[in-house]
Nanobody, 121 residues
């Protein structure tokens, strides 16, 4: 089974920065699209950012566009989320997820346990 482990979360003041990392097990990382999602207290999980299998295409939710940058290093089986200009409303548990190119309905089949990001005002 594919394992995803997030790291890099923590407490930061508004306007600060954090970089999240997600390490993925196995030999097929370069065949996965990778996404970051987040879930704030009492709210549904929402999409934040995505990067395709090669790193040649990215997409962002409007709420994070211009502040967050997703990237990947296929040689290290790792995807990153650089978060700048953080706001209190960015406070959430952040989850890494993998979408195999062979997924029958293009679903995110593998998920990490999440890492807490707390932004204070």
């Amino acid at each position: 089974q594919v394992q995803l482990v997030e790291s890099g979360g923590g407490l930061v003041q508004a306007g600060g920065s954090l970089r999240l990392s997600c390490a993925v097990s196995g030999r097929f990382f370069s065949t996965y699209d990778m996404g970051w999602f987040r879930q704030a207290p009492g709210k549904e999980r929402e999409f934040a950012a995505v990067i395709n299998w090669s790193g040649g295409s990215t997409g962002y939710a409007d709420s994070v566009k211009g502040r967050f940058t997703i990237s990947r290093d296929n040689a290290k089986n790792t995807v990153y989320l650089q978060m700048n200009s953080l706001k209190p409303e960015d406070t959430a548990v952040y989850y890494c997820a993998a979408r195999p190119v062979t997924s029958p309905r293009a679903t995110y089949d593998y998920w990490g346990q999440g890492t807490q990001v707390t932004v204070s005002s």
